[in-house]
């Protein structure tokens, strides 16, 4: 049942068409899509950046822009995307009901603004994690204008609740939602992949940043910037790009290495996590002290180790009053991915790194050489490297889509 026929059998008041009071709002251009990015709760997708990465540059070549309309969500990351024009926070429901009137087309989660764009009869696609779709389409409207997609749930039913512990919202694919838009306002479009797996961090984009430069060197920016001295320990520029970082920042150390903290203590409200790789070197080197320095700062503090379970033993004796160490493993093709053959597969990488004035689109592509030009995520070939693996919670895997 819809849930508007709910509340009007429960009411007993009658369904009728809604008249909504609209207020102008100036806009830069008379074609544009609406696109409402966030909703409460476990309505939020969190690979919205791929979805406009394919739409930006068809939209531009039909001059439609994209407008991001909607609020910020308590408890829901702020995100920033690129290829729209953001409005967020500046509209009334006013402002938005003249804006869907007058758009080409609906993009978003199932809110308010979509019953909207199917009061106003618009093209709309609109995304469904936590319900059926048939309980909250937009009850006015041609169904032909409009796509209501579900994710792939994998033969469970909907969580009808937030926040949904399952995660359904990350389960949607990028380019089928791409391709709907397109299918609606008829643009030439080749929907190429299907996603088959989604590490746990593939919708944040991660910067990962070698300190033989400062991130002022290279006029980037971005919502997570890790300073990786677990690769290239360089005290002086760590501490430099801490102070620069338009954000806060995580920094990753090896264990083994000395670290002086004194140096950046008047910027540890810029630091938002500390992870501390430690191995059986770093037993002669790290020190209750230096432990209990760390700890003092306002960051998330971890110490991790990839070392067996001897050594594990020793680093927890060692330091038994002071530290709480995180085992971690060394992962494989197989416990990533099982039996799937990989052959022709694909991926791309929420995880940049910036090195010797380079950016690599992930870390295998820094560990194997290969420079990128582009902040936008490639799309690469899949090989059976521990560098893919070990990162495997930032990467999607794709698969050539044989339906087209």
Not at 97 to 104: P, V
Not at 281 to 292: E, F, H, P, Q, Y
Not at 374 to 383: D, G, I, Y
């Amino acid at each position: 049942m819809h849930l508007l026929e709910k509340y009007a059998l429960d009411t007993g008041v009658k369904i009728d068409k809604p008249y909504i009071y609209q207020h102008y709002f100036p806009l830069t251009n008379s074609k544009y899509i609406i696109f409402h990015s966030e909703g409460s709760g476990s309505k939020n997708f969190g690979h919205w950046q791929e979805v406009l990465n394919v739409l930006s540059p068809l939209l531009k070549e039909e001059g439609i822009e994209i407008f991001n309309i909607g609020k910020n969500e308590e408890g829901v990351p702020k995100r920033k995307y690129g290829g729209v024009i953001d409005v967020k926070n500046n509209t009334s429901i006013a402002n938005v009901a003249y804006m869907i009137e007058n758009c080409e087309l609906y993009l978003g989660v199932d809110c308010f603004s979509a019953q909207l764009a199917g009061m106003y009869d618009k093209n709309a696609v609109v995304l469904y994690s936590h319900v059926f779709k048939e309980n909250r389409a937009p009850y006015f409207g041609d169904k032909t204008k409009q796509v209501l997609i579900e994710p792939n749930r994998q033969g469970k039913k909907p969580w009808f609740n937030q926040p949904d512990s399952e995660k359904d919202a990350d389960n949607f694919c990028p380019y089928e939602i791409a391709n709907a838009v397109c299918s609606l306002l008829k643009i030439k479009y080749k929907y190429e992949f299907k996603s088959i797996f989604r590490g746990d961090w593939s919708s944040r984009d991660v910067l990962d940043l070698v300190p033989n430069k400062t991130i002022s060197q290279y006029g980037l920016g971005c919502p997570l910037i890790r300073i990786r001295m677990d690769i290239e320990h360089n005290q002086e520029n760590m501490i430099r790009t801490v102070a620069e970082a338009p954000e806060k920042v995580s920094i990753l150390f090896d264990a083994s290495n000395p670290i002086d903290l004194g140096p950046i203590a008047q910027f540890k409200d810029k630091i938002s996590e500390i992870i501390l790789f430690c191995n059986e070197k770093s037993l002669d080197v790290l020190t209750d002290g230096a432990i209990r320095a760390i700890s003092s700062f306002p960051a998330r503090v971890h110490f991790s180790t990839f070392e067996g379970e001897e050594v594990q033993n020793k680093i927890k004796m060692k330091f038994l009053d002071t530290i709480f160490l995180n085992p971690m493993k060394r992962e494989t093709k197989e416990s990533v991915v099982g039996d799937i053959d990989i052959e022709g597969l694909l991926y791309t990488s929420s995880q940049k790194v910036l090195s010797n004035g380079k950016l690599y689109s992930s870390f295998y592509s820094f560990k194997e050489g290969k420079p990128s030009n582009t902040l936008n995520r490639e799309v690469l070939p899949l090989v059976d490297s521990p560098e893919i693996w070990d990162n495997e919670r930032f990467i999607t895997l794709l698969e050539k889509n044989i339906d087209n």
